[in-house]
């Protein structure tokens, strides 16, 4: 595995005003995932994240109309565009062993884009090409969040136009 310098990395902060921006914003961002993409979503309890995965994989082109949240499976698979999906929650997880033990690394190449919730749960297990996604509450508008995060410098990903 190659290893990501840190200038190799494009950094970016939108605010979202709403839900209807949150999907439009992971529209934008799904534009330039591609197999063997993993992308770790950080926020606290409440701030979208699996809005957020979600409307990921609709952009992706998964079908299914009920995508639950893999809160206790762990992992959910979906068949999309040109890819598959995993999407991960590890908030009930203790570390990476457990992860080991269930074959998450699998999911971390073709054809799959992996999707993973509280990614922080096992750090040192995510790919050093993983990208970030965080989200965050605005204190005084719970309606609006703060997306930040990083993606490889050498995506033709222009950014979200807001």
Sequence with gaps: MSLMLEDAWRKFRYSLGSEEQTVDFAACFSSMLRPADVVALHGELGAGKSVLARAMMRSLGVRQQVMPSPTFS???EYEARN???AHMDWYRLHGAEELEIIGVREYFQAPWICLIEW???APDLLPTTA???RLMVVEDRPS???VEGRVPASRAWKGWAG
Excluded: W
């Design 83 to 85: 890819c598959r999906v």
């Design 119 to 121: 990614a922080e749960r």
């Design 131 to 133: 990208m970030y996604l």
């Design 144 to 146: 609006c969040r703060i």
């Design 74 to 76: 762990i992992i959910q």
